[in-house]
C-alpha cells in the first residue's frame, strides 16, 4: 500500500484555476492507478477523475471532463489535478488514494492510501 499526500487547495474565484499534487511515499508508486475524489460538506464522496499507473490512460466524471487534466510523473512519485474554469460547485475538499486492484473504478471502496485532503473553495 501506498501513502498519499494532497496539497495546493485554496481559495480562488469563479472561473479561475488551480493545480492540486498528491505526493505519494513507497517504491511502488508507478504500480498503482490513482484517482481523485470530492466530499463536499454533508455529501458523498465524488469519484472526479482516474490515471493509469503508467499514465496512458485517463477517465473523468462528467462534471470534470473539458475542465480538469490529471496526469502523473512517476519518477517524481507525484499525480496532478490541473482545475481551470473552476464554479462554486467544485468547492469540497479533494483526496487522492490508490487502486487496490484495476484501474479507474469510480467507487471509493475500490482504493486505499487516502491521504488528509485539500481544501478548495471557489468564491461566486
Known amino acids: 500500500q501506498v501513502q498519499l499526500e494532497e496539497s495546493g487547495g485554496g481559495l480562488v474565484q469563479a472561473g479561475g484555476s488551480l493545480s492540486l499534487s498528491c505526493a505519494a511515499s513507497g517504491r511502488t508508486f508507478s504500480n498503482y492507478g490513482i484517482s481523485w475524489f470530492r466530499q463536499a460538506p454533508g455529501k458523498e464522496r465524488e469519484f472526479v477523475a482516474a490515471?493509469?499507473?503508467?499514465?496512458?490512460?485517463?477517465l473523468y466524471a462528467d462534471s470534470a471532463k473539458g475542465r480538469f487534466s490529471v496526469s502523473r510523473d512517476n519518477a517524481k512519485n507525484l499525480v496532478s489535478l490541473q482545475m481551470s474554469n473552476l464554479k462554486p460547485e467544485d468547492t469540497a475538499v479533494y483526496y487522492c488514494?490508490?487502486?487496490?486492484?484495476?484501474?479507474?473504478?469510480?467507487?471509493?471502496?475500490?482504493?486505499?492510501?487516502w491521504g488528509q485532503g485539500t481544501q478548495v473553495t471557489v468564491s461566486s
Open positions: 488514494a490508490s487502486a487496490r486492484t484495476t484501474w479507474g473504478s469510480r467507487r471509493s471502496s475500490d482504493y486505499n492510501g
Open positions: 490515471i493509469s499507473s503508467s499514465g496512458s490512460s485517463t
